[in-house]
Every structure is written in structure tokens, then in C-alpha cells.
């Protein structure tokens, strides 16, 4: 399926990286330098004399190293055997992600990472290549996956000579339960529960349509369960769009619109994408930008509007040469609603300068808050600069 390959990619990528010695930088969605197993040298040194060498003369791990993958991987049978003549082993943490780290030398068929992906294809493994490695990807249980990196280090020029690469973990990417937490957290609604053995959730922020967007797949346990699901949302007041592989609900007293996909039928898989047809307040964008949540804003029938303040001719640039700058447009807010926010600014630690602007002192360095009213239209405009 579609959705799994870029997954595993995706996993690949955040693992994959080339620094002084072999790591993996197994962590959040967070971008990182892309990387590869090519730095012989740093490997060679860093499991050779690390670890203990010893022969493969049979065609199983031995028992040392199966220890390590039950304790690391919770199972010693989930790493497929490939003959060598001696491995190392070593294990490895990287950001709180645990992962076998093996090397095997005395490699006498320049044909090993053909051979080996189809021994890992027969043991139920799905292999790709989204990079200079190879990633291979199995669903352990309702909630885990395991992950098998490797590639061919060259050197001396002969079979022989090359070392095969393995970074082995297992990571947890599907949840057994709703996501109602998050659903909240993002915009202070929840949805009907959608009925599956086990879910995997990721979301983003589409600033072109100012919305958080969360997306699910589900792998539903009763029969019929994309078409079950209508019954739920239609009993919580949604109305339902049916366009055949999808239906979009949409209700007048929640803010959610739900598009739901009949992903693979012959799985039980469906894909689930929320939106928010308005905006709440945004305390998030404000953290990324000045590394502190100024306070919100949360009244009945307001609107919102986040969008970049063109700099580019200066207007200011007695503040900041940044040539964009983010604003937030709240509207239908009355004076009293624009009284009570100021207030609570100030008692947030933001002073007012002369200049009708407010300052605070963050991790050292300061920051300077518009805050600006308008009567006629019943809006605020709020924009920080750091």
C-alpha cells in the first residue's frame, strides 16, 4: 500500500544518518541531514574494536546475539540469518529508541543484498530503497513495527573485503485508542469513535487553509465498518457527502469536517482527514516563533485569520528587517473581549512601551507584541517580532 511505503521512508530517513560514527537518529517528525552506512573507516573502528568477534559456522545467530534481540526487539526471531564469516554486534540508543547495530565481514557473494532482501521478503518483510540503504519493514503486532536498514560496505576491492551493514529496531506507530486527547488538543471538539482493532495518526498545520489537519488510518474491526461509521457521525448531527470511495461529513454545530476513505476494503482499512472549517487560536505558531505561548483568545462566534505581513517595503523595519512577519486576525470580538485580553497580557510578563507596543524578555532576548483594536469592525490584530 501507498501509505506504507512512504511510512517506512519516512522512518528510514530519521534513522539514517552520517556523522563521525555509525548512529541513528531514530525521533519525531523532525528534519533531519540525510545519511548513509558509506563511512568504512568510522565503522570498522567503532564495532571491530568495540565488540566481540566471532565465527559463523552455523546457520543461526548464536545464542548471545539472539539474547540481544529478544531484550532489544522483544523477539530473537524477528532478524532474519545471513551467513558470513564473522560479526560484530553492539547496541545503540539514540533518542530514546534502542537498535542492534551489526556488522558482518567475509562476505563471498558480491550478489549478499540481493540475497538477503529475498530472505527477508520470505520472512514477511516488505524491502525498499528511499535512499542509499535498504529498509526493510514488518508489522510485529496491533501497535508495533520492526525495521531492518542495510547496505553493502565496499572496500579492498574483492567480495571478501566488504562488510554488510544491519541496524535493527522496533518502533511503535498504530495506538489501540481514539485519538479523543488529541482531537481536543487541536480543535476542543472530539468526533464519534471510529470502532478498530488499532489506529496511526499524524498531523500538520496547512497554513494556505489556516487549519490544523489530522489524518488516520484505521484498520476497523467490524464488517462494514466504513459504511458503519455514517451511522455514527449522522447520529451526532453531521450530514454525509457519499461520492463513492469517500464521504465527507459536515455538520452546523461543530466546527470538524471529516473526509472519510474506503483506503483497501480487502484490509479493513480506511483513511480518515479532519479539517477545521475555523481557526482556533494558534498559541502553538506563537511558540515556535518567540519559544513561549502568549495567552489565547477562545469566544463564541469569533473568526480567525493567520497569515505573513509583507516587510518588504520597510513598514517595519524600526522593529525587524524580517520580510515577513506572522499575524493573527481575530474577528467578531467586542471591546470588553480586547479590554480582558490586554489585562492578561500584562499579567503574562508584557510591558507597555511608549511606543504603544508591549515587550517582554524571553530566554534573554526581548520581544516586542502589536496589539492593535479595531471598534468599527470588531477585530484585533495581534503579531509578535522577535
Given at each position: ?204 498545520f496547512d497554513s494556505t487553509n489556516v487549519t490544523y ?20 457521525l449522522t447520529n451526532s448531527g453531521f450530514d454525509i ?146
Amino acid at each position: 500500500m501507498k501509505k506504507r511505503i512512504m511510512f517506512f521512508a519516512l522512518v528510514f530517513l530519521l534513522l539514517s544518518s552520517c556523522n563521525s560514527n555509525i548512529t541513528s537518529d531514530v525521533s519525531s517528525i523532525i528534519d533531519k541531514p540525510p545519511i548513509t552506512t558509506s563511512d568504512v573507516t568510522s565503522i570498522s573502528n567503532s564495532l571491530l574494536d568495540s565488540s566481540v568477534e566471532s565465527s559463523v559456522e552455523t546457520n543461526d545467530w548464536n545464542t548471545e546475539i539472539k539474547n540481544v534481540f529478544k531484550t532489544v526487539l522483544e523477539d530473537e526471531s524477528l532478524v532474519p540469518y545471513i551467513k558470513a564469516d564473522y560479526y560484530t554486534f553492539d547496541v545503540k540508543q539514540d533518542q530514546g529508541i534502542d537498535f542492534v547495530d551489526i556488522l558482518l565481514s567475509g562476505i563471498h557473494t558480491e550478489t549478499i543484498i540481493e540475497d538477503y532482501t529475498e530472505i527477508l521478503e520470505s520472512n514477511g518483510y516488505y524491502v525498499s530503497q528511499p535512499s542509499l540503504d535498504y529498509l526493510a519493514s514488518k508489522e510485529v503486532d496491533v501497535e508495533d513495527n520492526c525495521y531492518i536498514q542495510f547496505n553493502l560496505i565496499e572496500q579492498n576491492g574483492t567480495s571478501s573485503g566488504n562488510f554488510l551493514h544491519l541496524m535493527a529496531y522496533r518502533v511503535q506507530e498504530r495506538t489501540t485508542i481514539w485519538p479523543d486527547d488529541l482531537l481536543y488538543t487541536m480543535y476542543f471538539e472530539t468526533l464519534p469513535k471510529f470502532p478498530a482493532k488499532s489506529y496511526e495518526m499524524s498531523y500538520y498545520f496547512d497554513s494556505t487553509n489556516v487549519t490544523y489537519v489530522l489524518t488516520c488510518y484505521a484498520y476497523y474491526t467490524e464488517e462494514n465498518g466504513y459504511e458503519l461509521y455514517k451511522d455514527s457521525l449522522t447520529n451526532s448531527g453531521f450530514d454525509i457527502l457519499d461520492s463513492g470511495d469517500y464521504y465527507k461529513a459536515t455538520s452546523e454545530t461543530s466546527n470538524l469536517d471529516v473526509m472519510v476513505y474506503d483506503y483497501d476494503s480487502l484490509n479493513n482499512l480506511v483513511y480518515l482527514k479532519v479539517t477545521c472549517n475555523r481557526l482556533h487560536f494558534p498559541g502553538f505558531m506563537f511558540k515556535l516563533l518567540i519559544e513561549e505561548e502568549i495567552p489565547t483568545i477562545e469566544v463564541s462566534g469569533c473568526e480567525y485569520d493567520y497569515f505573513f505581513f509583507d516587510n518588504n517595503e520597510g513598514l517595519l523595519n524600526d522593529y525587524t528587517l524580517e520580510p515577513y512577519v506572522p499575524v493573527l486576525y481575530i474577528y467578531n470580538v467586542g471591546s470588553e473581549y480586547y479590554l480582558d485580553y490586554l489585562n492578561r497580557l500584562i499579567e503574562n510578563g508584557w510591558k507597555e512601551d511608549t511606543d504603544g507596543t508591549y515587550k517582554k524578555t524571553i530566554n534573554d532576548k526581548e520581544h516586542t507584541l502589536f496589539l492593535v483594536y479595531s471598534e468599527t469592525y470588531e477585530s484585533m490584530a495581534i503579531f509578535v517580532i522577535k
